[in-house]
Nanobody
Framework: QVQLVESGGGLVQPGGSLRLSCAAS????????MGWYRQAPGEQRELVAS???????NYADSVKGRFTISRDNAKNTVSLQMNSLKFEDTAVYYC????????WGQGTQVTVSS
């Protein structure tokens, strides 16, 4: 069973930046498309960015141009660089496989507040 550990969240002012990281256990990480999801209070979890096994990214319209997803298959990590953060980016952020998600990690809280 793959374990996912997210880190890098925090409190940031609007317009600020954060870099999230996700470490995955398991030797098959490199063959899967991975994504960053977020869940705001009272909302459903949504996919904000994904990256194929070969590194092709895709983004939700709400974060396009502000967020950048990347992966390091040698280290079993996937990252999310978040720039120009907005109040509405406040959420708990999770990483997971795109198809047939593994068990969810605890996520990392991102709070955008002045």
């Amino acid at each position: 069973q793959v374990q996912l550990v997210e880190s890098g969240g925090g409190l940031v002012q609007p317009g600020g930046s954060l870099r999230l990281s996700c470490a995955a256990s398991g030797s098959m990480f490199r063959i899967y498309a991975m994504g960053w999801y977020r869940q705001a209070p009272g909302e459903q979890r949504e996919l904000v960015a994904s990256i194929t096994s070969s590194g092709t990214p895709n983004y939700a319209d709400s974060v396009k141009g502000r967020f950048t997803i990347s992966r390091d298959n040698a280290k079993n990590t996937v990252s999310l660089q978040m720039n120009s953060l907005k109040f509405e980016d406040t959420a708990v952020y999770y990483c997971n496989r795109i198809s047939s998600p593994w068990s969810w990690g605890q996520g990392t809280q991102v709070t955008v507040s002045s």
